[in-house]
């Protein structure tokens, strides 16, 4: 059984686009503004699926769970046409490929997430994790590490 490789939140977002998480301004600054010379912090992206794409996604675990990874690929695939840009949905590919045993194809999917999911460190953490399982699986365990090194580092659990 293909799990998710995130924890989808409770909310949804409802298009799937990224959203700007908004942070508290830091108490230890005397201004509560950027310093001078530097540009203000970036508020973090947090990617979510849409509800069309939530309800494909959890279509594709039951068909992946049933033995049929090829039928769940093109459910998710049905979901990426509707959020191509959605790394999530990538990550979701990518696992599918892993769990068939496609390594290979695995590897490309979570890299495809990482070039989306830039601003987004949980949609990095597990994009990075895809890449360390589908570099361990072919034996490739020194870049796993690396690639787990990673995914902790941004807060993989």
């Known amino acids: 059984m293909v799990s998710p490789p995130y924890q989808q939140p409770s909310t949804p977002a409802g298009d799937g686009r990224p959203e700007a998480a908004a942070r508290a301004p830091s108490s230890a600054s005397s201004s509560g503004s950027a310093q001078p010379g530097q540009p203000p912090p970036q508020p973090a992206r947090e990617y979510k ?3 069309a794409s939530a309800a494909l996604v959890s279509q594709a675990h ?31 590919l990518g696992a599918v490929h892993q769990g068939a045993g496609h390594y290979a194809q695995a590897d490309s999917m979570a890299h495809k997430a990482l070039q989306l ?41």
């Open 49 to 51: 699926l849409g509800p």
């Open 62 to 92: 039951t068909q992946a769970a049933a033995g049929n990874p090829d039928l769940a690929a093109a459910t998710i695939e049905r979901a990426l046409r509707i959020e191509p840009a959605n790394p999530l949905l990538w990550i979701e």
């Open 117 to 157: 999911a830039a601003g987004d460190p949980r949609a990095e953490a597990s994009a990075w994790l895809l890449v360390a399982e589908s570099l361990r699986a072919r034996g490739r365990t020194a870049e796993a590490s690396e690639a787990d090194a990673r995914a902790h580092a941004l807060g993989a659990r």
